[in-house]
């Protein structure tokens, strides 16, 4: 995709904290990206590493309290969301930047017929009568791919397969020709050839509308099929930052190379898969090093004591891993004089 050099969103030292009766949840501790005009960036992790906290983030969506923005800036074509009053994010939110929300039995109104919720999105943000916009609302539908939109259009959710409520959410989402659209988990409980369909209507609809896509899921498979670049995410950080063929074809940091290995290989015989041993550190209480050090098979005493920046590579790929800096041979060579 041809991705215009100034980014329309900048993420920069963004951490959205919890504020609970067990302590402070650091559900994402400082994660810096950048997302360009028809670009797709990938961000990738195990359930409840931020992915989707980051998403709510960028909309303003954190449940508060006991949730806050703690940190950093979101910059969406140079002005910083994070500064903005409500009424200026609703001007923004659902116009220029939307969103896909994972589950669409949860996020559409269950009693409203889905053009009329379509609809109202359209006359919000767009100012258009009623009958302009219960027009465009039919001719999303058709967009996405649902027969007989006239006639689904004057439906409920209840009355459409999980397929099409999906549709329905990325004609939502789609409605004002947003120019940033994120998506969490669009394809989640959706069988494999409503899955594709999906996914290569986003595609199709991004090469029309020019936007910038931020697909969050925990499926590799996904990655590798739409994204431009991946942020991995572990315990609320960015781990490594890279062209997706580099994610696949040279994995950096440990806990990408676990990820990487635990796919199945189709041309392999595997008894079982392979797996990452120990788990995630819990958000109230974060290690002092390198929050992925008790599992890696590398660590070394300086991974339980300091925590690696995440440093751009000569080839550009971002890691956050002691191995890739200059002090690891020291460390090493220390370690075997003992």
Request: hydrophobic residues 35%.
């Amino acid at each position: 995709m041809n991705a215009e050099n100034r980014p329309i969103l900048e993420v920069k030292g963004l951490k959205t904290h919890f504020h609970t009766k067990r302590g402070v949840s650091r559900a994402v501790d400082g994660i810096d990206f950048t997302l360009r005009k028809g670009e797709t960036l990938g961000i990738v992790g195990e359930s409840g590493c931020g992915k989707s906290m980051t998403s709510l983030s960028i909309l303003r969506l954190i449940p508060s309290p006991p949730g806050k923005i703690a940190g950093g800036q979101i910059l969406f074509k140079g002005k910083d969301l994070v500064s903005l009053s409500e009424d200026e994010m609703r001007k923004i939110r659902g116009n220029e930047i939307s969103m896909i929300f994972q589950e669409p039995m949860t996020s559409l109104n269950p009693v409203i017929p889905v053009g009329e919720q379509i609809a109202e999105a359209l006359r919000l943000h767009q100012k258009m009568s009623k009958k302009e916009a219960r027009d465009k609302a039919v001719e999303m539908l058709k967009l996405v791919g649902i027969p007989s939109p006239e006639k689904r259009a004057k439906q409920e959710p209840f009355q459409l397969s999980g397929g099409m409520r999906q549709r329905v959410m990325i004609a939502m989402a789609l409605a004002c020709t947003p120019e940033v659209l994120i998506a969490d988990e669009p394809t989640t409980a959706l069988d494999v050839t409503i899955q594709a369909q999906i996914l290569e209507l986003i595609k199709d609809l991004q090469t029309k509308l020019g936007m910038g896509v931020i697909m969050i899921t925990h499926d590799l498979g996904v990655v590798a099929e739409t994204c431009d670049t991946v942020a991995v995410m572990y315990a609320g950080n960015i781990v490594e930052h890279a062209p997706t063929n580099k994610i696949f074809s040279d994995p950096r940091h440990p806990y990408t190379q676990g990820l990487i290995a635990s796919l199945p290989k189709i041309h392999e015989d595997q008894d079982e898969l392979k797996t990452i041993e120990g788990s995630v550190p819990s958000p109230y209480n974060m290690p002092l090093g390198c929050r992925f050090a008790s599992r890696c098979p590398f660590k070394q005493p300086i991974c339980h004591e300091r925590q690696p920046e995440l440093a751009a590579q000569p080839d550009g790929v971002k890691v956050r891993c002691w191995m890739y800096t200059s002090q690891w041979t020291e460390f090493q060579q220390q370690e075997a004089v003992k």
